[in-house]
């Protein structure tokens, strides 16, 4: 299975969409979700601060006119979502022209994660007020970073999950797959992608983005090889022949950081052509800011 190499990061091409907060590691901005639509590119994103100051606790809603200089528009805090932390978003634009953001919630004081909706008319209108839980977990497993693609009149979705039955395991993760009719009411199909023992992906892999070709599907995953490298992990690439089932290609990360992750890969089909990629970096002084390319 040959890459197209328009697909696959480089830094070094790469621009800055939005800055880190503030220096020093934990404080970062990343996990990124965009669509391209009415002539700009809308953005939800997570904004983090170090474990103990407040870890992720915010998603930031953004648009642009060229991609790459972002005006907010909304932010939702984790308290608005009773949640002790937030990760990665996912932004939808559903067939009849409305607006989802799926949200990753931490259950506060635990180590589970549930995924909740809003839905508006506008990125810039959801109200936490109206959420609703849409991917509950279970007590065994944590389900968190949904990427959802709609084709065919079947919305197909990919979640990161996390085992919780044995303590300091959490940060395990496998990538289940899901479909629904609706995006509201899902039915799970399994393990769609899973880590390589003694691999660079063996701790976990975590779906970042998918596409569908013309005899199968190829999706971009974040990986690490043991608990020491969560939060950095790097970008890997599988491909299947149906969506439940998807196999790592190559021995080595398909794109990384010299100074340690770079991950949750976005990209996006622009309506001129060409695609614009978008995905979280780790830079020298351990802050991770948010990185866009434009590739014809």
């Not at 009149?153 to 085992?163: D, E, I, T």
């Not at 039955?165 to 496998?174: F, L, T």
């Not at 974040?222 to 290609?249: F, H, I, M, Q, W």
């Not at 990384?256 to 978008?278: F, I, K, N, Q």
Request: hydrophobic share 35%; charged share 25%; glycine share 12%.
């Amino acid at each position: 299975m040959s890459i197209d190499e328009k697909l696959l990061p480089d830094p070094e091409r790469a621009m800055t969409a939005v800055p880190a907060p503030a220096a020093g590691a934990g404080h970062w901005v990343g996990a990124p979700s965009a669509v391209a639509a009415d002539g700009l590119v809308y953005l939800a994103y997570r904004l983090r601060r170090p474990i103990g100051e407040g870890r992720g606790h915010a998603v930031a809603l953004a648009r642009s006119a060229d991609g790459v200089r972002f005006e907010t528009m909304a932010t939702i805090a984790r308290e608005e979502m009773d949640a002790e932390s937030l990760e990665r978003p996912a932004l939808v634009r559903t067939p009849e022209g409305r607006w989802r953001l799926y949200l990753s919630c931490a259950t506060t004081g635990t180590k589970h994660w549930r995924v909740e909706v809003l839905e508006a008319d506008h990125p810039a209108a959801f109200d936490s007020r109206e959420r609703r839980t849409v991917l509950p977990g279970d007590p065994k497993t944590g389900v968190k970073d949904p990427v959802i693609v709609r084709r065919g009149g079947v919305w197909h979705l990919w979640a990161s999950c996390h085992p919780l039955g044995r303590a300091g395991e959490e940060d395990r993760m496998v990538t289940d797959y899901a479909t629904s009719p609706d995006g509201l009411e899902w039915t799970w199909h399994g393990t769609a992608l899973s880590g390589r023992p003694g691999m660079w992906d063996a701790r976990g892999t975590r779906i970042s983005a998918v596409r569908f070709t013309g005899n199968g599907v190829l999706a971009f995953y974040d990986g690490r090889a043991d608990a020491a490298e969560n939060y950095e992990e790097r970008t890997g690439v599988a491909y299947g022949v149906e969506p439940d089932s998807l196999t790592p290609l190559g021995q080595e990360p398909a794109a990384r950081s010299p100074h340690g992750g770079l991950r949750y890969l976005d990209v996006v089909d622009l309506p001129e052509g060409g695609v614009r990629l978008y995905y979280e970096y780790t830079r020298g002084d351990g802050t991770h800011e948010l990185l866009t390319e434009l590739r014809a």
